[in-house]
């Protein structure tokens, strides 16, 4: 039998109420397959923070890089600094495992509601491939007083590191400013990426969005990378959305669309549009993914911090990253069940959390879905 090693991180508020129901249905998966997931708990997140002022230690993140794989629930806290958790945990682990790829399935399931008029599961079946290291969310910045300063600012990464030395001299205002990298190396990984998941999944269109109107610099050399990639790819026609526009077509005829890959910040913003024409935040999972190394599944939504005990939030889209998890692990079998059960729950319409307008429980929507597993 088989046995995957799977670090867990309830995190904050719903997390772990959420987790708890992914764990029960993924050991209902893996009983059904035949193999074994053996489940570690950290206890990074609000509480530990504010107990010990630690985020994510060296001795931590070494005993994660041991893992298969990580399970997170979700991350952040009002008693925290807003940012503190997410910028200290999650994307340092993001960094520090380079998990260079979130990949976020934009599907809608038979039986959830759909905001969009006459669209339906058959128009509504995409990819976003999100690059998830660089852009401008690597966090190089500052804000200065009127007058004249000097900073060094530096990013390092696996694929390389750059330093800036900025002479700043303001005049009559303070101001702020955050600088954005796109590196030649990073942009080709992912945008390859996802032609070859154009490619493994019969698609033969990949879109590549970015706003080189306007951010001419770093968008313009993003396009170049998309035009020389895109050569070895003879089968897969490529074409390019500005960020703005992308957004008006999601809503029109995102029947077009079959895999969409982006730089980091508007891949961020059009994979919230996406998960609402999906059917909600409750049922859009992603995943942080290093093709070769340690990769993160979580639920792209929030922690909530105040339903946090009250058994009330919808867990499927915790579910559904679970399953993505199973795929990265090579358990494609089992991960397919998974979201299959997924959808006899929402089609059968019986059992519905508050969101999709029912008045069942998480652990319930849990239970169900491990269940209908075990069941078929």
Same mark, same amino acid.
């Given at each position: 039998?088989?046995s995957?090693k799977?670090?867990?991180?309830?995190?904050?508020?719903?997390?772990?109420?959420?987790?708890a129901?992914?764990?029960?249905?993924?050991? *209902?998966v893996a009983?059904?397959f035949?193999?074994?997931?053996?489940?570690t708990?950290?206890?990074?997140g609000?509480d530990?923070?504010?107990e010990?002022?630690?985020?994510?230690?060296e001795d931590t993140?070494?005993?994660?890089?041991? *893992?298969?794989s990580i399970y997170?629930?979700?991350?952040?806290d009002?008693?925290?600094?807003?940012?503190?958790?997410?910028?200290?945990?999650?994307?340092?682990?993001?960094?520090?495992f380079?998990?260079y790829?979130?990949l976020?399935?934009?599907k809608l399931?038979?039986? &959830?509601?759909c905001?969009?008029?006459?669209?339906?599961p058959?128009?509504? /079946?995409?990819t976003?491939?999100r690059?998830n290291t660089e852009?401008?969310?690597?966090?190089?910045?500052n804000h200065?007083k009127?007058?004249?300063?000097?900073?060094?600012l530096?990013?390092?990464r696996?694929l390389?590191s750059?330093?800036?030395?900025?002479?700043?001299?303001?005049?009559r205002?303070?101001?702020?400013?955050?600088?954005?990298?796109?590196?030649?190396?990073g942009s080709e990984?992912?945008?390859?990426?996802?032609?070859d998941?154009?490619k493994?999944k019969?698609?033969?269109r &990949?879109?590549?969005?970015d706003?080189?109107? &306007?951010?001419?610099?770093?968008?313009n050399?993003?396009?170049?990378?998309?035009?020389d990639?895109?050569?070895?790819?003879?089968g897969?026609?490529?074409?390019f959305n500005?960020?703005?526009a992308? $957004?008006?077509?999601?809503?029109?005829n995102?029947?077009?669309?079959?895999?969409?890959v982006?730089?980091?910040?508007?891949?961020?913003?059009i $994979?919230d549009l996406g998960?609402?024409i999906q059917g909600?935040?409750?049922?859009a999972?992603?995943?942080?993914?290093?093709p /070769?190394g340690?990769?993160?599944?979580?639920p792209?939504?929030g922690?909530?911090?105040?339903?946090k005990g009250?058994?009330?939030?919808n867990?499927l889209?915790t579910?559904?990253?679970? *399953?993505m998890?199973? /795929?990265?692990?090579g358990?494609?079998?089992?991960?397919?069940?998974?979201?299959?059960?997924i959808?006899?729950i929402?089609?059968?319409?019986?059992?519905?959390?508050?969101?999709?307008?029912g008045?069942?429980?998480?652990?319930?929507?849990?239970? *169900?879905?491990?269940?209908k &597993?075990a069941?078929?």
């Amino acid at each position: 039998m088989s046995s995957h090693k799977v670090a867990v991180i309830g995190g904050d508020g719903i997390g772990p109420e959420i987790i708890a129901e992914g764990v029960k249905v993924l050991d *209902a998966v893996a009983d059904k397959f035949n193999f074994n997931i053996d489940w570690t708990e950290y206890p990074n997140g609000a509480d530990h923070y504010l107990e010990t002022g630690e985020l994510v230690s060296e001795d931590t993140l070494a005993a994660l890089g041991k *893992a298969d794989s990580i399970y997170l629930g979700a991350l952040g806290d009002p008693r925290c600094e807003p940012g503190v958790l997410e910028k200290g945990i999650l994307l340092a682990l993001r960094f520090h495992f380079d998990q260079y790829i979130n990949l976020r399935p934009i599907k809608l399931l038979e039986g &959830v509601w759909c905001p969009l008029k006459d669209k339906g599961p058959k128009d509504i /079946d995409f990819t976003v491939v999100r690059e998830n290291t660089e852009d401008f969310y690597v966090g190089i910045g500052n804000h200065v007083k009127q007058g004249k300063t000097h900073q060094e600012l530096e990013v390092i990464r696996s694929l390389y590191s750059v330093k800036f030395g900025l002479d700043i001299e303001a005049d009559r205002s303070e101001i702020a400013y955050q600088i954005g990298v796109l590196s030649q190396k990073g942009s080709e990984r992912v945008i390859r990426y996802a032609f070859d998941l154009a490619k493994n999944k019969g698609k033969d269109r &990949v879109t590549a969005v970015d706003k080189a109107n &306007v951010l001419s610099h770093v968008y313009n050399f993003w396009r170049t990378i998309v035009e020389d990639v895109s050569k070895d790819y003879p089968g897969i026609e490529h074409e390019f959305n500005y960020v703005d526009a992308i $957004t008006m077509w999601f809503i029109k005829n995102p029947e077009w669309y079959q895999v969409v890959v982006t730089p980091n910040m508007f891949g961020d913003i059009i $994979t919230d549009l996406g998960a609402m024409i999906q059917g909600g935040l409750g049922l859009a999972p992603g995943g942080n993914i290093n093709p /070769d190394g340690v990769s993160m599944f979580e639920p792209i939504h929030g922690s909530a911090p105040k339903y946090k005990g009250l058994d009330r939030a919808n867990p499927l889209a915790t579910i559904w990253a679970g *399953a993505m998890m199973l /795929d990265e692990l090579g358990e494609e079998k089992a991960g397919e069940a998974a979201v299959n059960a997924i959808q006899e729950i929402l089609s059968e319409g019986k059992v519905k959390t508050k969101d999709l307008g029912g008045q069942n429980t998480c652990s319930e929507m849990g239970d *169900a879905v491990a269940e209908k &597993v075990a069941g078929n």
